[in-house]
Every structure is written in C-alpha cells, then in structure tokens.
C-alpha cells in the first residue's frame, strides 16, 4: 500500500501576462502549498480502478485515472492499480484539488510499480495532464510562469494563519479565462515579491492579488452570487492584514499572525454568509 499526500496551494499572487496563439495563457505567480491536503491510498490490482469518498466525477474524468493510463502505456506496465482519494480540498475552488490529486498519483505510481522515474520524467507527465500539475510535484513555494510549465523555487514561506473562506458556488477555470479581458494595473506583482520574501506576512499582506478576480466578480453577479471583492472586503473589515482570492476562485483566503484572531474573522465572516464554510490553515515556515 502506498499512500501520498496531496497538498492544496494557493496563490499568493496571479498576474495574467497575455492570451497566447493556442488559447492559453501565460501567467506569472507565486504559489504555495498549504498544510489542507487530500490522501491517496495505492495498491496494485489486475485493472485501474479510481475510488473517491466524494461523488466528485466519473473515474474517466478524474486526471489521477488519465495519469494512471499515461503511465501505464507509456512505461509498458503489465499490472494495473486500485486508487482510493480521501478528498479534504474542495472541487472547484481554485487550490488544484485535481492537479495536486494527479501530481500525487504519478509520484505514487512511480513507487509502487518501480519505475524509478527521473525527476523529468514525472514533469514531463504532469506537463500532459494540466498547468498546475507540475508545480503540485514538488510544492513548496514557486514562482510559476509560461502556463504553468516554468517553475522557480524560491526559499521563502509564509509563517501566518491562513483563513479559507468557500463561498457556496464553484467555478468553472475555463469559464473564468474565456471571459477574462485583461488588466491595466501594474507593479503589484513586483510589490508583492519585494514584500514576500521578507518572510514578513505583514509586510506582503496588503500587497495580494488576483488578476481573475474582476472576472469571477463579474460572473457571481450575473448568477446572483457573492463577489469574491465582496468577501474580500469583509475579510480585511473583520481584521485580515490582507485577503486575495485563489486561482480561478471561488475561494477567497486571508492572513493573520495568530490563532485567535484567525477564528475570530472566520466565524465574523461567516456569520454574514451563513451558506459558506470556512477552514483555518497554520502555515509554518518550512527554511
């Protein structure tokens, strides 16, 4: 039985750079992983078989059964795999749920069939399946460029209590790009990463942003929703040295320095938006 974590991530901040000729996007990032993971439990089986604790998709559709097939083809494997995803990330909400999920299936694939993949060659893999599969590889903290394919590990983390917040709705990443028209505000990213690796959170707080995050603001009003701006706001009210949505939404997180506090704005927060739900991560300087 081989068991793997798979750590969510958050980005601390995304900036959209251009659309590109074969309609993706290049972006530029800092993203880090958080202590909220999911659990993969592998053993081998005659067939693939995916199995999650949520009804979250069909197993065709999950990226760990399409990383199985990958692997499986690709290196010639006679036997095949039984995967069981205990899920604690939340579909949907824009901390690569299924890209940390796929990421931890090909480093546990590659233990237990002995394949004693290189470090490439797992990347390479995680380049097929999705943008953030690569990054979810490794974790840690990274500046992520291109569509996610260039990664640079920097040695700065954040020391702070992170506040979740889950609004009631998801979102769908390829809606949110597809209606995403650009933005005209600059220097935050360089802003950010001054402050960042400070290692100061009340340095960098207030300097988090999300380029998509107009966008996701834009489709939560058309459907009746609670604008990820609007959660925001409460947040920083409630006493947030800073808040930012993650990824494509629809969570929003913010940041304190201690335990109490962190309860506090979330059960304040919460108390406005009786639909949501919240969690509270302890992010520990790992250098």
């Not at 979740?164 to 209606?179: D, E, G, M, Q, R």
């Not at 604008?227 to 494509?248: D, F, H, R, V, Y």
């Amino acid at each position: 039985m081989i068991h793997e974590k798979a750590y969510a991530k958050i980005n601390v901040g995304l900036e959209i750079i251009n659309k590109r000729k074969d309609g993706y996007h290049n972006l530029r990032s800092i993203m880090t992983s958080i202590e909220l993971h999911d659990d993969l439990f592998m053993r081998l089986n005659d067939e693939i078989i995916v199995e999650c604790d949520k009804d979250i998709c069909r197993q065709e559709d999950n990226l760990v059964y399409k990383v199985a097939l990958i692997m499986k083809n690709r290196f010639s494997v006679k036997l095949g795999a039984k995967i069981y995803i205990a899920k604690n990330i939340r579909p949907g909400a824009g901390m690569a749920g299924g890209s940390t999920n796929a990421a931890a299936a090909i480093r546990g694939l590659n233990k237990l069939w002995d394949l004693n993949l290189s470090t490439n060659e797992m990347y390479q893999i995680a380049k097929d399946i999705g943008s953030d599969v690569a990054f979810c590889l490794e974790g840690e903290t990274a500046i992520v460029e291109g569509v996610g394919d260039i990664i640079t590990t920097i040695p700065y983390d954040m020391d702070c209590y992170i506040v979740l917040i889950y609004p009631s709705y998801t979102c769908s990443t390829a809606t949110v790009f597809k209606n995403f028209k650009g933005s005209t505000q600059n220097q935050r990213y360089e802003n950010l990463h001054k402050g960042f690796i400070t290692n100061d959170v009340s340095k960098y707080a207030e300097y988090l942003f999300n380029d998509l995050e107009e966008t996701v603001d834009i489709i939560a009003n058309k459907n009746g929703n609670v604008t990820p701006t609007a959660i925001k706001q409460k947040l920083i009210e409630a006493g947030a040295l800073g808040a930012s949505m993650t990824g494509s939404g629809s969570t929003v997180y913010g940041l304190t320095t201690n335990y109490k506090d962190a309860e506090r704005i979330s059960k304040e927060v919460t108390s406005f938006y009786p639909n949501f739900n919240f969690d509270i991560i302890q992010q520990k300087r790992k250098r």
